[in-house]
């Protein structure tokens, strides 16, 4: 296991994200909406683990497979869902920069839970402050394990969905995969 590191916003970010969409783009874009560029990596000013996380978002959960299929051609060898519904993961091929890939049908949750903490996180500064000095001081107390790292993010993550109107019964969906025994 690698030990977990968050740096300072890179302002490269954003470009990084950028040109892992220019290479996946023109094999998705007739099935699919979006290429997002999620996680702690989209938000200006955000420390961050080093790997930029993108979801392709299609229309339907059909679409998927296509989805799939197509970014094999591209070297990302489909992992599942990892445990999380509504999102399917992809190991990326050995080209940089860092990142995590996944596929998300429009109406998935964890779709909706990126796109909402990336959005609130992106116009509450004083929130994103306070996040990133959790993620700093965890990734210091659990540099070496993954799963108390995001445990630890999770009242924090779960109190930005509450904030943003996100119903009890999608925020107990994702409390029960945040908190999901390993």
């Known amino acids: 296991m690698a030990k977990i590191t968050v740096v300072d916003y890179d302002p490269t970010w954003p470009t990084a994200f950028e040109a892992v969409r220019a290479r996946v783009w023109p094999v998705v874009s007739d099935i699919a909406i ?6 702690s990596t989209s938000v200006p000013g955000l420390p961050a683990k080093p790997i930029i996380d993108i979801s392709v978002v299609v229309p339907t959960g059909a679409a998927v497979v296509v989805a799939i299929e ?3 051609t591209l070297g990302y060898q489909h992992l599942g869902n990892l445990g999380i519904e509504g999102r399917e993961a992809f190991a ?3 080209m940089p920069p860092r990142h995590h890939l996944y596929v998300c049908p429009s109406d998935s949750l964890a779709l909706k ?3 909402i903490v990336r959005e609130h996180l992106r116009a509450h500064v004083e929130a994103a402050t306070a996040y990133g000095a959790l993620k700093r001081h965890l990734a210091e107390q659990f540099s070496e394990d993954i799963d108390s790292y995001t445990e630890g993010k999770s009242d924090t993550l779960l109190g930005i969905l509450r904030t943003a109107g996100l119903s ?3 925020i107990e969906t994702i ?3 945040n ?3 390993v």
């Open 92 to 94: 990326s091929p050995n």
């Open 168 to 170: 009890t019964t999608d």
């Open 179 to 181: 908190r999901r025994p």
């Open 175 to 177: 409390e029960r995969i």
């Open 34 to 39: 979006a290429v997002e560029h999620v996680g």
């Open 113 to 115: 839970n990126h796109l």
């Open 70 to 72: 197509r970014l094999s």
